[in-house]
């Protein structure tokens, strides 16, 4: 049995650990996200689709896990993945 998910984090780390979901998304404070399984984060802007941003990763494993989630890539650059999934409700992420 899975941990119960109480926050977007915890979803986060149970799509992580599913080797059959691709990606994962979520929009926040006017970016739009996509986390990739392959290490890559993008983002765009949500009011027009534009200002779209790319971020690679070489890490892989629980260490890519802590990259992505470590980075700040909000539009202030000033709250980590982690910081956003924590606050943010389980449905407010979904998969591709």
């Given at each position: ?87 943010l409700p ?7």
């Amino acid at each position: 049995m899975g941990m119960e998910v109480k926050t977007a984090l915890d979803k986060f780390y149970e799509c992580f650990d599913n080797p059959e979901k691709d990606d994962l998304f979520f929009d926040y404070e006017g970016l739009s996200y996509q986390l990739s399984y392959c290490g890559y984060i993008f983002t765009e802007r949500t009011d027009n689709g534009k200002d779209e941003r790319e971020y690679g990763f070489a890490e892989d494993g629980k260490e890519l896990f802590e990259a992505v989630l470590n980075s700040k890539v909000n539009q202030a650059r000033d709250k980590s993945i982690r910081e956003i999934l924590a606050e943010l409700p389980p449905e407010a992420i979904w998969l591709g």
